[in-house]
C-alpha cells in the first residue's frame, strides 16, 4: 500500500512539470499592465484610468495600489519573494525617482546624481531588497545601478560605452543589463563581484539581457548574422559561457523577457504570418503559448507576449482585448499549469486500486477496523499562475528607457 502511495505521489509531483503539452488555466488580473511576478504568484504592474497610472500588488484575488512619491503617476516594474517591488514614480518635483515598496511604504531611493531633479528606475530587485536599474549621472549620462541597505553604487559601463542599464538581478547580487553609446551598438553583460563581464551576440554586432535567474542564467534578445535591427533580434539562453540561440515561432525576431530556476523563458515572437506571440521555451523547444492556452470563451483575442516566469510555472502573459483589436495593451493574464491528462488519469487510477485495496482489508480483516492509517499522506498539488504594445516588436517595460539614449 506504502508503494501505491509513493506511486502516487510520485506521479502527482511529475505532473507539476511544465512541458509542451502543459495546458494552462487563466486569470484576467483587471490591470492596465503587469510586468512582474514572484514565486507566490504575486504581480506588479499599474492599473490606469483616463488621467493617472498607479503602481499596484495583485495577491490572492486582490489589488493594492502603492500610491506614488508625492507625483501624479507610478509603475510597478518588479517584485520578490518577500512582496517588496520596485519601479518607478513621479515625485513632488515632477521628477521620476526609482522607488523601493516595503511593509505597505513606498521610499524614493534616489539617484546618482544626489540631486531631486535627477531620474531613476528601478527594473529588478531580489529577495534581499537589493534593487537594479538605472539612473542619469552627474554627466548627465545613464547608468545602471546597483542599491544596496540604502547606497546607490554606479555600476559603470562596458569599456567604449557611455551608457548602461540594469534589467534584472539575482539572489547572488549578480545584475545582468546591457550597455551602449549613440553610436555604439549595445552589448549585454553581468555584473558580479564589482566586475561587468560581457557576454557577446548570436553573431551579429549587438545584444540585449533582460532577465538572470540565481543559477547565471541570462536571457534577452540578440543579433545574429542576419543583421536584425536594434532590440528585436532572436531570443536567447545565456548559460555556462555559451548564449544559444531559442529562435522564433516561424517568423524573424523573438525576445526573451523572463527566465525561471529551471532555465525555462518566457518571451515574444514572430510568426510565420509575421504576428506576434507569447512563447514558452522549455526543453530545448520553443512553443507558443496560444497551443497551450483555451481563451476562447473568454472572448479575449491571442497571448501577444509573456513578461515573467516564477519557479512553480505561472506565467505573466499580455493578451489582446479581442480577437479583432490588437492595439493598446490589452489584458494582463496570470496563467496557472494544470496536471496533464494522462498524469491526472493515471493518478486516479493509482487511487481507485488503493481505496479498493483498503476496502477488502477492512472487509477481511475486522480486528484492523481500529487501528488507524500512518500511511495516508496528505497529498496537494500547489497551485502554479512585460507588457507589450501588442503588434509591437519593442517591449513596453524598455521602450521608455530606450528612448532616454537621447538624453
Known amino acids: 500500500m506504502r508503494a501505491l502511495l509513493c506511486l502516487a505521489t510520485v506521479l502527482l509531483l511529475e505532473s507539476g512539470h511544465v512541458s509542451a503539452a502543459t495546458l494552462y488555466q487563466f486569470t484576467d488580473l483587471g ?4 510586468l512582474g511576478l514572484n514565486n507566490r504568484g504575486e504581480v506588479t504592474g499599474w492599473s490606469a484610468d483616463s488621467f493617472n497610472s498607479h503602481a499596484i500588488l495583485y495577491s490572492n484575488g ?3 495600489n502603492l500610491g506614488t512619491l508625492g507625483g501624479l503617476n507610478s509603475y510597478g516594474q518588479a517584485i520578490n519573494n518577500n512582496g517588496q517591488i520596485t519601479g518607478l514614480s513621479d515625485t ?3 521628477a521620476q525617482h526609482a522607488f523601493l515598496y516595503a511593509d505597505g511604504r513606498m521610499m524614493d531611493i534616489g539617484t546618482l546624481t544626489m540631486s531631486m531633479s535627477g531620474y531613476s528606475v528601478g527594473n529588478g530587485i531580489n529577495d534581499a531588497g537589493q534593487v537594479t536599474g538605472l539612473s542619469e549621472t552627474s554627466a548627465g549620462f545613464l547608468h545602471a545601478f546597483l542599491y544596496t541597505n540604502g547606497q546607490m553604487l554606479d555600476l559603470g559601463t562596458l569599456p567604449g560605452r557611455n551608457k548602461s542599464i540594469g534589467s534584472g538581478i539575482n539572489n547572488h547580487g549578480q545584475v545582468a543589463g546591457y550597455s551602449f553609446t549613440l ?3 549595445s552589448h549585454a553583460f553581468v555584473y558580479s563581484d564589482g566586475q561587468m563581464m560581457e557576454l557577446g551576440t548570436l553573431g551579429g554586432s549587438w545584444s540585449v539581457a533582460y532577465a538572470i535567474n540565481d543559477a547565471g542564467q541570462v536571457t534577452g534578445t540578440a543579433q545574429t548574422p542576419a543583421g536584425e535591427p536594434a532590440f528585436v533580434g532572436h ?7 555559451q548564449m544559444t540561440d531559442l529562435g522564433t515561432l516561424g517568423g524573424l525576431y523573438s525576445l526573451g523577457f523572463g527566465i525561471n530556476s529551471s532555465g525555462q523563458v518566457v518571451g515574444q515572437a514572430s510568426t510565420d504570418g ?11 523547444t520553443m512553443t507558443d503559448l496560444n497551443d497551450l492556452v483555451d481563451l476562447s470563451a473568454s472572448g479575449l483575442g491571442k497571448l501577444y507576449g509573456a513578461q515573467a516566469i516564477n519557479d512553480r510555472g505561472q506565467i505573466l502573459a499580455g493578451a489582446c482585448a479581442t480577437a479583432s483589436n490588437c492595439t493598446g495593451l490589452g489584458h494582463t493574464l496570470l496563467l496557472t499549469p494544470v496536471p496533464e491528462p494522462a498524469n491526472l488519469t493515471l493518478f486516479g ?12 482489508r477492512i472487509a477481511h480483516a475486522p480486528t484492523e477496523v481500529g487501528q488507524t492509517n500512518a500511511d495516508s499522506p496528505q497529498l496537494q498539488r500547489s497551485g502554479i499562475g512585460r507588457a507589450t ?3 509591437s516588436a519593442c517591449e513596453s517595460r524598455f521602450a521608455r528607457l530606450a528612448q532616454s539614449r537621447n538624453l
Open 31 to 34: 490591470i492596465s499592465a503587469g
Open 62 to 64: 486582490h489589488l493594492d
Open 92 to 94: 513632488t518635483s515632477v
Open 183 to 185: 553610436s555604439a551598438d
Open 235 to 241: 531570443a536567447f539562453l545565456y548559460s555556462n559561457g
Open 274 to 284: 509575421g504576428f506576434l506571440d507569447a512563447f514558452l521555451y522549455s526543453d530545448g
Open 349 to 360: 487510477a493509482v487511487l481507485l486500486v488503493l481505496g479498493t485495496r483498503m476496502r477488502l
Open 389 to 391: 504594445s501588442c503588434e
